[in-house]
């Protein structure tokens, strides 16, 4: 119902700041958790029902997932076989299978792998092909946070700085 709101807002011209009907009164753009500023939830307001939405931005959710792990391990030098194995079990995990349905949950968490395949990268290149990885890391822990779970992006930003800090150690020894 509250993304039917936002579409109907949207329809009408007007930006969706405010649901009156959710929580006796709402704030819509300003309240992360509904995650409107999140480019993919986007194609769930251009849906003519947004549950037909919701669902392709779930199956979006685990291609992002599953393409960015797969990413990660090659990185890390595994064969593509394990990496493949890897990308598949990461998708299809118990926390992306049981928060499925929560799709901003979700979105907040697939992120993950990306952010690392780009740390791996900036840590493995130098250069111009450094800086892009790192527009890629910048973009990843954005689209994690703007997706609308504080609590998912939050531990999604703590395990890349803690990654991050593995490779510059490994790096100074």
Do not use: K
């Given at each position: ?12 011209g ?5 649901n ?18 999140y480019?993919?939830?986007?194609l769930t ?17 685990l291609?992002?997932?599953g393409?960015a ?6 990185a ?6 394990v ?6 079990a ?9 928060n499925?349905h ?7 968490l ?16 130098r ?9 890629g ?14 609590a998912?992006?939050a531990?999604v ?8 800090l593995?490779?510059?150690l490994?790096?100074?020894?």
């Amino acid at each position: 119902p509250e993304l039917e709101h936002v579409q109907a807002e949207l329809t009408a011209g007007r930006l969706p700041q405010w649901n009156p009907y959710a929580r006796f009164g709402a704030a819509l753009l300003a309240t992360s958790v509904v995650g409107l500023l999140y480019p993919p939830h986007w194609l769930t307001l251009l849906a003519l029902d947004p549950a037909h939405g919701l669902a392709f931005t779930a199956y979006l959710a685990l291609v992002i997932a599953g393409v960015a792990m797969f990413g990660f391990l090659r990185a890390r030098h595994l064969s593509p076989m394990v990496a493949l194995f890897g990308a598949v079990a990461f998708a299809y995990s118990g926390s992306l299978s049981a928060n499925l349905h929560f799709y901003q949950r979700m979105h907040a968490l697939v992120w993950l792998p990306g952010a690392l395949w780009a740390l791996t990268r900036m840590h493995q290149r130098r250069g111009a092909a450094r800086w892009r990885a790192g527009v890629g890391l910048s973009l990843c822990l954005a689209m994690s946070w703007l997706a609308g779970f504080p609590a998912f992006a939050a531990p999604v930003t703590l395990v890349s700085a803690v990654y991050a800090l593995w490779l510059a150690l490994g790096h100074a020894r």
